[in-house]
């Protein structure tokens, strides 16, 4: 496979690799070396590529494998999550400052889910991946990434129902 292949079949994807890594380092910088890595990963593989049924699950699953050797060869303690993907389209400055302000919580809800439940949540709903797609990254069952994203949602569900009848989490 000659480069200019090698970047046509990465470059769909190349963006999800990055917020998944953003998503795991939280450092824009730190993601965009774990990507510039998987990539070279990639390249060093681009004689076998044809082999495997999805490049797309496999980046990803690379992607998820180093960052998470980077979280735990650098540093034990918990990371902030940040999502930058949600576009804001309401039209008044109250909507926006609500929206935002629902966002934060959730976000906050989210920091403090569980490593894998922050990792499904990232595919299945932000970068919206099928179940089989993220069964292959994950190594799970689809049945057992349905039961854990159905369990965390209704976990950010009780937060946010206690933040908005308590005004705390």
Known sequence: MNQYDFVQIINPFRDKLF???KRLLVSTEEAED????VLVKLWNKNNSLNKYNSIEALAMKITKNYC??????????NLPITHNN???QQSTAEQKTEVNDCLQWVEKIINQLPEQ??????LRDVEQ???AEIAQIVKMTESAIRTTLSRTRKTIREKMQQ???HGII
Do not use: P, V
């Not at 774990?34 to 890595?37: D, I, K, L, S, V």
């Open 163 to 165: 933040k908005n009848n």
């Open 86 to 88: 949600y576009k804001d």
């Open 34 to 37: 774990a990507t510039q890595e």
């Open 129 to 131: 991946y099928e179940y």
């Open 117 to 122: 439940q922050r990792i499904l949540i990232q």
């Open 19 to 21: 917020r998944l890594a």
């Open 68 to 77: 998470l050797d980077q979280l735990k060869s650098k540093r034990a303690s």
